[in-house]
Structures are given as C-alpha cells and as structure tokens.
Nanobody, 127 residues
Framework: QLQLVESGGGLVQPGGSLRLSCAASGFTFDYYAIGWFRQAPGKERAGVSCISRRGGSTNYTDSVKGRFTISRNNAKNTVYLQMNSLKPEDTAIYYC????????????????????WGQGTQVTVSS
C-alpha cells in the first residue's frame, strides 16, 4: 500500500524553525520526484518546494527562497523540509506528494503533476 506520511509540524514563534519529514512506503521511492505543498485557510494549495529523484535538482517558490531547504535520503525513503526564519504567512497545512517522472534531474511544482499525496501536517507560526 502506497503511503506518504508527513510529520514535524507544530506551533512556532516568528523567526523560529521547524523540520518537516515525509516518509514514503509501498513504492520505489527513487522513481519519484517529491514536492512539498501548503494550503492556508481560504487559499488554494500552492507549491513550496520540490526535489528531483536523486536530489540533484531542487525548486522553491519565491516566498521561501533562502529560508527553506529541501533534501532527501533515498536509503531512508524520506524527504525533509527545513524551514527557518518562519513568518506568520507560512502558517498552513503542509503536504508532501510524489511525482512519477522519468528524468533524474527534474522536479515540477504544479500540483497537477503529482500522483500521490500525504495527509498533511499543520504548521502554525504565531507569537
């Protein structure tokens, strides 16, 4: 059974840090690029970051560049999102998703390209 399970969310003060994890099972992990997405209340789901199959390429939405870092450990079937200098506008439910892609060095942020999704983890940035 294919699963993506996010963890690491929580409540943090502005300027703080969190590290999200996305643990995968039930599929060949390195066949997939992995993306992180978020959905704030009243807003559409939006791409945050993605990482290619072997981790050599990454993409970030402009609002998180320089603050967030995505990485993956294929031996552990896990992708991480290190989030630093968090702002209240980062508050959202964060989802990871898997994109079956043939190219090793590409990842895509449009949500429509992703095949499988986790259940999400809440991140709240507030004082």
């Amino acid at each position: 059974q294919l699963q993506l399970v996010e963890s690491g969310g929580g409540l943090v003060q502005p300027g703080g840090s969190l590290r999200l994890s996305c643990a995968a099972s039930g599929f060949t992990f390195d066949y997939y690029a992995i993306g992180w997405f978020r959905q704030a209340p009243g807003k559409e789901r939006a791409g945050v970051s993605c990482i290619s199959r072997r981790g050599g390429s990454t993409n970030y939405t402009d609002s998180v560049k320089g603050r967030f870092t995505i990485s993956r450990n294929n031996a552990k079937n896990t992708v991480y999102l290190q989030m630093n200098s968090l702002k209240p506008e980062d508050t959202a439910i964060y989802y990871c998703a898997a994109d079956r892609i043939l190219l090793f060095s590409v990842c895509r942020l449009p949500a429509t390209t992703y095949d499988y999704w986790g259940q999400g983890t809440q991140v709240t940035v507030s004082s």
